[in-house]
C-alpha cells in the first residue's frame, strides 16, 4: 500500500510501568486492525506510547485516527479503574 498520509499520537504517562501496560493492551489490535487502506504502528519509549497510522487517503487516515485513539482510551480507562 502506498501511504501518503500519516499522523503520529504520542502520549506520555506518569511511569514506564503504566506505559508498557497501555502498550502490551493494544499491541494485539495492529495485526488485527490494519486493512488495505490502513496501517500503524505501535512503539515505546521509556514514559512514552507512539501510534503511527498511515493511509492511502484522508477519509481512512481519519478512521485510522478514531479508531487509535478510541482504543488508547479504554485501555487508559481500564487501568485508571485499577490504581
Avoid: C, F, K
Avoid at 499520537?9 to 511511569?15: F, H, I, Q, R
Amino acid at each position: 500500500m502506498t501511504a501518503p498520509h500519516r499522523t503520529y499520537l504520542t502520549a506520555e504517562y506518569d511511569s514506564a510501568d503504566r506505559a508498557r501496560a497501555i502498550e502490551r493492551s493494544i499491541r494485539p489490535e495492529i495485526d488485527d486492525i490494519e486493512g488495505d487502506r490502513t496501517t500503524a504502528r505501535l512503539s515505546r519509549n521509556g514514559r512514552q506510547v507512539e501510534l503511527a497510522v498511515e493511509a492511502a487517503d484522508l477519509v481512512a487516515l481519519r478512521a485510522g485516527i478514531n479508531t487509535w485513539l478510541t482504543l488508547r482510551g479504554v485501555a487508559e480507562d481500564a487501568l485508571a479503574g485499577h490504581s
